[in-house]
């Protein structure tokens, strides 16, 4: 990288092996890069090429390569908050193609507008080829900067000392972890902070069809409650009980419900396990982590 901006990247990662590789050698490659660069790799063993690839990188110091044996998104994400050394932390998906002023926007973005989330745009690959400037509703693959509620946890960045002072991520959104930014997002806005959407720091999420997430399976048509254990909590957490009363019925009133009749069974059964699970969750109490000052790269 021939300039560092003040900023560490998080990338947690899980089962992603040839795409993590690349999506590391792009960052690295920006002309305006971050001073450090995390990977959290929850995955229990990559293929040889790209545990060559990682010990290489890591051995260069131009990755600092940290495993956590339980997968848990929040909790990741926790452990790249105390282990960073700079002030703002990016965190990024293990799937993305940064466009080349990714990171230079995210720094500019905090000069102008201190004690904020930077929230990116993700390009999805059905945004591809789109053209969105006249439009003047939001959606994450916007022209124009927005205030926003919420924010995707692929692309944002935030002061470090903020988010620990929050308690960081709740690590009791499991497995999917579906809604821990939104329930993040709560407690930051009640706090008295705003999420801003900045444009110009733009990727482009590749959607890897295996690893991350797509490990637990396809919520419409699973029996397990991985995906949706996160909603009940979050309904829980931010007091919103209307929603979380309505949800299993919302969840099989769907076309593609409508088009399989027959597995309306199993995602009901998906949405009490989700529901109990969450209940259990919630009265055990948010799980956040204590700050960690002056961490020193080992």
Known sequence: MAAALPISIVIPTYRRDAVLVETLQALLALEAGAHELLVIDQTEAHDAETARALEGLAAQGRIRWVRQAEPSIPRAMNAGLQLATQAVVLFLDDDIRPEPGLIAAHDAAHGVHPDVIVAGKVIQPWDEGRDYSADTHFHFAA?????????MGGNFSLRRDLALALGGFDENFVRVAYR????????????GRRIYFEPAACLHHLKAAAG????????????????????????????????????????????????????????????????AWALALHMRGPRHVEPVSDPKPK
């Open 143 to 151: 022209h124009r900067p927005h205030w926003i509620g919420e924010f």
């Open 212 to 275: 991350g997430t797509r490990t637990y399976g396809e919520h419409l048509t699973t029996w397990r409650p991985d995906h949706a254990v996160g909603a009940y909590y979050y309904g829980l957490r931010t007091r919103k009980f209307g929603d979380f009363a309505a949800r299993p019925f919302r969840s099989v009133a769907t076309r593609h419900h409508l088009r399989h009749p027959w597995q309306i069974p199993a995602t009901l059964l998906a949405e009490f396990r989700g529901m």
């Open 180 to 191: 821990f930014e939104a329930e993040f997002a709560h407690r930051w806005v009640a706090g």
